[in-house]
Every structure is written in structure tokens, then in C-alpha cells.
């Protein structure tokens, strides 16, 4: 871990919607403005270096400020937003003179670390959905074939939840680099996307008792009616949004499986039920025997 004064972060922005960086934005603890200008943790500042949404220069005062970093041998955290477009030569995609495939290897490689947020910096996201005319990949791929070997950790979701962010930027910063233990197998932390949204969740006990709901708006669990909650790994139901106060399931919405990284076309379409042998293994059984 870089010692020494506040750690650079570069937010760079790809194919996308923005979605995340909003979510960003409406982080309660810390907030946003505690979390750019104090200590995350004790002792480790951070520095947001560049933003396009958020900072004061545009055009070619602001590509300076990422030139400068990638030339100054200076360690900083690379955070991804939205997809990278590969097809046609990344043409689809482009920052200045760069594509954005060019950019993103380019800042890897000198990065400490990369954090991939959102569903589509980590694994293509909607960008991706077939037929993927832009050829819309996730960064940890794009960087493999690129032979960059900057180390990424994926803060999935659509969005995903400030906190997830934070969580993974404090563990960074306190801890280094992830070990592969530290992460599953979807490069995500255990610490932070840990459980099935199906074992927190609070229909729960309407599954166990065969209570499915089957129109919108009726008591009961929502499996039957698209509900991706037994395949899903995310916290939700903990941390809900719009500070704590709602989240897909208690709004009546099934969920979605926004953070598994074949979102969205394997979990499509969304309001008909996933089969369950693309349900987890430990739920396989359970499902057949309590939704038939």
C-alpha cells in the first residue's frame, strides 16, 4: 500500500449511464464530501483526482490532470465506470485521441489498483447484452487480453450501493491488495457481497411455507414471478437504498440478480422465474420441489 500523503483516485468513465457515480453521490456514512476531503480511515486520505462528472475542468485542462498521472510515478486507485467497448477497434468508444480500451490499459497499468463499479465495468453489464454490437466487455477481461496485469477488484450492481464502494476502497486502503481469498469467484470481496439474497431475505419464511405470490402486488414470495433472489449474492437487504429506506423485494420487485456477472441475459427475461438448474447448487432441490 502506497505510504505517505493522500492516495490519487482517477473515476474514469466509460460505457455506461452514470448510474454509479450517482449512487456515489448519495452516500450517507461517509458522505460524499467527508469521503473526498477527510480520512476514510484514520491516517488514509484520499484524493479524487479526476471525475469528468464531478470536476471543474473540461476538454483539455482536464485530460492533463490524467496525463500527469500517468507519468508521474506516482501509485494511484483506478476506479472503472461503464463497459469498454472493443468491437471495430474500440471506434465505439473514444477519449480524445484515445479509445477507451487504449485508456483504461493505459491508466492500469500504472495504477495500484482497479476497482471495476458497477455491473458493467466488471463484467459488461447491459453494454454487453446480445447482440453487443460494440463489443461491451468487462475491465478485468479487456486488461487480461491486454497483458496488463493490474490487480481488480468488481463492485458490481446497477448501481451498486455507495456503501459497497466505500467498504471496498477502506479494505484497500487498509489492507492492500486482495488476496484470492479475500475474493470469490466473481472477483467481488467476501466481506462485502456475501450471502444469497434468497437466505436474507424477508419473504423467506412465505418460500418455506410454498406461499408464492402470482400477480404483482399480492402477498407471498416473488420467485414465480421472476424474482432472481436464490441466484443472487448482494447485500441488499441489509444495506438498502435511499439511506435505508427501501430496496427491490420490500418495494414488491423481484430481484434482479444486477451483480452475477451473466446480468442481463441469462436472468432474462425478468418477471419469468430462472430454471433451477441455474439456480445455486445449495438451492437446486429446494427450488423444484417448493415452485412446481
Request: with cysteine; net charge neutral; glycine share 12%.
Amino acid at each position: 500500500m502506497p505510504q505517505g500523503g493522500r492516495l490519487p483516485v482517477v473515476w474514469f468513465q466509460a460505457a455506461g449511464c452514470t448510474g454509479c457515480s450517482m449512487s456515489l453521490m448519495n452516500a450517507q456514512y461517509p458522505h460524499l464530501t467527508h469521503l473526498l476531503l477527510d480520512e476514510v480511515v484514520p491516517g488514509k486520505p484520499i484524493a479524487l483526482a479526476f471525475h469528468a462528472t464531478l470536476m471543474g475542468p473540461t476538454g483539455e485542462p482536464a485530460l492533463r490532470v490524467v496525463n500527469r498521472l500517468g507519468q508521474a510515478n506516482q501509485p494511484y486507485v483506478l476506479v472503472v465506470e461503464g463497459a469498454i467497448p472493443t468491437a471495430s477497434g474500440g471506434s465505439f468508444g473514444v477519449m480524445a485521441d484515445h479509445t477507451l480500451a487504449e485508456r483504461t490499459e493505459a491508466l492500469a497499468g500504472s495504477a495500484f489498483a482497479v476497482l471495476a463499479v458497477g455491473t458493467c465495468a466488471a463484467y459488461g453489464g447491459i453494454p454487453s447484452g446480445s447482440p453487443n454490437p460494440t463489443g461491451a466487455r468487462g475491465v478485468g477481461s479487456v486488461l487480461r487480453e491486454g497483458g496488463v496485469s493490474a490487480p481488480v477488484v468488481n463492485v458490481p450492481g446497477c448501481p451498486p450501493h455507495p456503501r459497497w464502494f466505500v467498504e471496498t476502497l477502506a479494505f484497500v486502503l487498509t489492507r492492500g491488495l486482495p488476496t484470492a481469498e479475500d475474493l470469490d469467484s466473481a472477483g467481488r470481496l467476501k466481506g462485502v457481497f456475501r450471502g444469497l439474497i434468497h437466505e436474507n431475505c424477508p419473504r423467506r419464511a412465505d418460500f418455506e411455507a410454498g406461499r408464492f405470490a402470482r400477480n404483482f402486488g399480492e402477498e407471498g414470495c416473488l420467485y414465480e414471478l421472476g424474482c432472481k433472489g436464490p441466484y443472487a449474492e448482494a447485500p441488499c437487504p441489509w444495506h438498502r437504498w435511499n439511506g435505508g429506506v427501501n430496496w427491490c423485494i420490500q418495494a414488491n420487485h423481484p430481484c434482479l440478480a444486477c451483480c452475477e456477472p451473466d446480468f442481463p441475459d441469462r436472468v432474462s427475461p425478468i418477471f419469468q422465474k430462472i430454471e433451477a438448474e441455474r439456480a445455486k447448487d445449495t438451492l437446486r432441490s429446494e427450488l423444484c420441489a417448493r415452485s412446481s
